[in-house]
């Protein structure tokens, strides 16, 4: 029998989150150093109680609805199975942690001031009403996708251009809407259709169904265009991209996709689909995507459609 928190490691988690919060009780928070979503919850104490209020909110109901993912896996899993009465027991003791939670999201809704700080060897904490919070998902391999997703929701209401300061207010250019021509340009030969677009082209075999190329066409240079702009965004609030660690990975429980972008935790949630089915195509397109960022001159890449079975 499986499930994504046993109750012994949660019992463990507890007695070492308690522990580290004695330990820190008082301690100022981190320099803003790492990730941009730990330096963003590192800037929040300068923030107003609104802006902060806002954070704690968004990261609450996220955690809220991760754990009770948990519990309700549980309890499925626990269905017809013979002596599952811990597993049962294990998931009312989630249900009530959801509670809590809940009850500090209502206490930041109601006003209370609210303190948010990222722990050495730990991640970041809400404290409102006497009430401290560690905002760690139940599932540690999905923690980026929690962090990432708090953020996106965040940054979507507030400048996060501004509470990180990256860059004086009157440097910032506008980042393109459009990273991409809106149309690729094609080539018709008897050795089969080419789409092109800014260097980089995709050769399908003769024979092959020309609707289907051009859907294949279209959504991947409609996916690398979202993949640019949003790079480029990180880029503008100080995200450095690590090109050995660049990978893109599916977003468990989501449509999405994410995309590591750094050793320091920082990575993106877009929906990605053509990119991620094809295997070894972000690792052969990180050149052009280097020199597009750059603003260089586009290398020339040739993709065969054969390479990753489109459009035949």
């Given at each position: 029998m499986k499930t994504g928190v046993q109750p012994a490691r949660l019992a463990r988690g507890a007695v070492y989150i308690l522990g580290l919060l004695l330990a820190l009780a008082g301690q100022p928070a981190l320099a803003a150093d790492g990730s941009r979503y730990q330096r963003t919850v590192a800037a929040l104490p300068e923030a107003t109680s609104e802006i902060r209020g806002d954070f704690a909110a968004i990261a609450l109901a996220q955690l809220a609805e991760a754990?009770?993912?948990?519990?309700?896996?549980?309890?499925t899993e626990a269905v017809g199975v013979p002596g599952s009465t811990r597993l049962l027991s294990w998931s009312r003791g989630v249900e009530r942690?959801?509670?809590?939670?809940?009850?500090?999201?209502?206490?930041?809704?109601?006003?209370?001031?609210?303190?948010?700080?990222?722990?050495?060897?730990?991640?970041?904490?809400?404290?409102?009403?006497?009430?401290t919070v560690i905002l760690s998902h139940p599932r540690r391999d999905q923690q980026a996708v929690f962090e990432q997703a708090a953020l996106a929701e965040f940054c979507t209401a507030h400048d996060c251009l501004q509470l990180l300061a990256v860059a004086p207010a009157g440097n910032r250019e506008p980042i393109p809407v459009?990273?991409?021509?809106?149309?690729?340009?094609w080539v018709f030969t008897a050795r089969g259709n080419v789409c092109v677009q800014q260097g980089l082209s995709l050769h399908f075999s003769p024979g092959?169904?020309?609707?289907?190329?051009?859907?294949?066409?279209?959504?991947?240079?409609?996916?690398?265009?979202?993949?640019?702009?949003?790079?480029?965004?990180?880029?503008?609030?100080?995200?450095?991209?690590?090109?050995?660690?660049?990978?893109?990975?599916?977003?468990?429980?989501?449509?999405?996709?994410?995309?590591?972008?750094?050793?320091?935790?920082?990575?993106?949630?877009?929906?990605?689909?053509?990119?991620?089915?094809?295997?070894?195509?972000?690792?052969?397109?990180?050149?052009?995507?280097?020199?597009?960022?750059?603003?260089?001159?586009?290398?020339?890449?040739?993709?065969p459609a054969t390479d990753y079975n489109w459009g035949q």
């Open positions: 754990y009770l993912a948990e519990a309700r896996q549980a309890r942690y959801v509670r809590e939670l809940w009850a500090a999201h209502a206490e930041v809704a109601q006003g209370h001031p609210v303190e948010l700080q990222v722990l050495p060897m730990s991640d970041a904490a809400v404290t409102v009403a006497g009430r459009s990273a991409l021509p809106r149309s690729a340009d092959g169904s020309l609707p289907r190329q051009r859907k294949v066409c279209a959504q991947l240079f409609a996916e690398l265009q979202t993949l640019l702009v949003e790079l480029r965004w990180q880029q503008r609030q100080g995200v450095m991209i690590d090109w050995s660690v660049f990978t893109l990975a599916a977003a468990p429980d989501r449509e999405q996709h994410l995309v590591t972008l750094n050793g320091a935790g920082d990575a993106l949630l877009l929906n990605l689909p053509l990119l991620y089915r094809s295997d070894g195509l972000t690792e052969r397109l990180q050149g052009w995507l280097q020199a597009s960022l750059a603003g260089s001159v586009f290398p020339e890449l040739i993709l």
